[in-house]
């Protein structure tokens, strides 16, 4: 059945909340008696009505708003109601005969009497049930929205953080490739190198956060291996200030703006200049990068262009909404980005 028992076998505190209501609803009226025969009375009459006052409250919660209330087929929702209401009537009646209660000491014979007494207890019971339910199934779509949204975020991230890998392995390769290329005695320290920055994003960067301080021995690497590649003519300085051991951070978050400021800030012909600067406060980093623009030079396409920056964009406004900005600037021959993200939860 739809909707059986208010997922009561799902929710064991929802199963407790319901024990408890219907127990005191149950038992409370037997206080308001001074004499044991109106508890007796009570217990025969108005317990088997209250029991029938439950039988509605769930057949309403459990089969009628699923079924018809909530898919809006209101005429169908309506006559359910009526027959349900029907039938618990007739039930009251036989009961009533059954047990010779239909004539009441003080009252006369009142057939219709004994047969409108439960519409009072259907309504009050149409009501709450109508009223819970519809209001547990808000919350329950709430709560599964938000998980959806949380499963497309982690996905999203995913995504986003998988290429950032592929990306930089480009680049390093071509960069190894250059240095065998010329016999360099730095190829060999490149390769170690790039096996420490391989195993830093294969394993340590699986986390959803790393300590900053990993981070920051990550971009050291890299920068060595760009060093290693580049003319004595480019100036490359890294500078970090404060406690990164204190600052927990996004893993690969960093690094597409050191990528972007080597890829457009190198020039072969004339003097160049990339300054890194990294500050870790108690709750709050800020990260700067400077290069000069370097005049373009033709070459080939490079399909993964600008895949860097776009992807940490978006990264920052997933893990960091409202909490970052991202600050860009360029003059004519130099380009400056500023990164501030604020820890403070």
């Not at 005695?185 to 920055?197: F, G, H, M, P, R």
């Not at 951070?249 to 800030?265: S, T, V, Y």
Request: charge should be positive.
């Amino acid at each position: 059945m739809m909707g059986s028992l208010p997922d009561l076998k799902s929710n064991p505190s929802s199963a407790w909340i319901h024990v408890l209501v219907w127990t005191a609803y149950f038992m409370v009226p037997l206080f308001f008696f001074e004499s044991a025969a109106g508890r007796e009375r009570f217990m025969i009459m108005g317990w088997f009505m209250q029991l029938l006052t439950l039988l509605y409250f769930y057949y309403n919660y459990s089969l009628l708003v699923p079924r018809f209330l909530l898919r809006k087929k209101i005429g169908a929702y309506i006559l359910m109601l009526i027959l349900g209401l029907v039938a618990m009537s007739m039930v009251n009646v036989l009961f009533a005969i059954a047990t010779g209660k239909l004539i009441e000491h003080h009252h006369p014979f009142n057939f219709w009497r004994t047969v409108t007494f439960p519409v009072y207890p259907a309504l009050l019971a149409f009501a709450l049930s109508s009223a819970t339910r519809i209001i547990m199934e808000y919350f329950k779509n709430e709560r599964q929205k938000k998980e959806m949204e949380a499963e497309k975020l982690s996905a999203e991230l995913a995504f986003l953080k998988s290429q950032v890998n592929p990306h930089f392995l480009f680049n390093t390769l071509n960069n190894i490739c250059s240095l065998a290329r010329k016999k360099s005695d730095n190829t060999e320290n490149a390769i170690i190198k790039l096996s420490q920055i391989m195993r830093y994003m294969l394993q340590d960067s699986k986390d959803e956060s790393v300590c900053l301080d990993q981070e920051v021995e990550y971009l050291r690497n890299y920068i060595d291996l760009q060093r290693m590649r580049i003319s004595d003519k480019v100036k490359v300085t890294f500078t970090v200030e404060g406690h990164p051991e204190q600052i927990s951070i996004a893993p690969l978050l960093l690094i597409p703006f050191i990528e972007n400021a080597f890829k457009h800030g190198i020039s072969y012909l004339d003097e160049a200049e990339i300054s890194i600067t990294l500050m870790a406060f108690p709750e709050e980093l800020h990260f700067k990068v400077i290069n000069r623009i370097a005049k373009p030079v033709k070459e080939l396409p490079d399909p993964g262009s600008g895949i860097g920056l776009k992807n940490v964009k978006r990264r920052l406004e997933l893990l960091y909404p409202g909490k970052h900005q991202l600050i860009t600037r360029e003059s004519d021959n130099q380009y400056e980005i500023g990164l501030i993200i604020n820890f403070k939860s």
